[in-house]
């Protein structure tokens, strides 16, 4: 699909309803700009991996030593909702 779209004075940009339905781009959805030559390639931005999570959890602090059971649990729980939030906006 190719189309024409204005900057606003505040340069923001306001993408096509069915460009965003075909690509399941809803409000709040980051999306990264990459320059390409004469133009800008948009891309939507993937949801953080499990790994990445358990990174986050590990540098707040919490996974540098044992965990306990609920801490395993929350991990999991986080995981899950993340996985499921996902699954809904889809």
Known sequence: MTTT??????RQVELPKEFCER???????????????NGLYVTPLPGPT???LKK????AGSLRRQQTPEEK??????????????RKRR
Do not use: F, W
Request: charged fraction near 30%.
């Open 73 to 86: 649990e929350m991990v999991r729980q986080a995981i899950a909702d993340y996985r499921a939030g996902q």
């Open 5 to 10: 779209i204005s900057v606003s004075p505040k």
């Open 56 to 59: 986050v959890i590990a540098a």
């Open 23 to 37: 690509k399941r781009i809803k409000p709040g959805t980051a999306l990264r700009v990459t320059e390409v030559g």
């Open 50 to 52: 499990e790994n990445e």
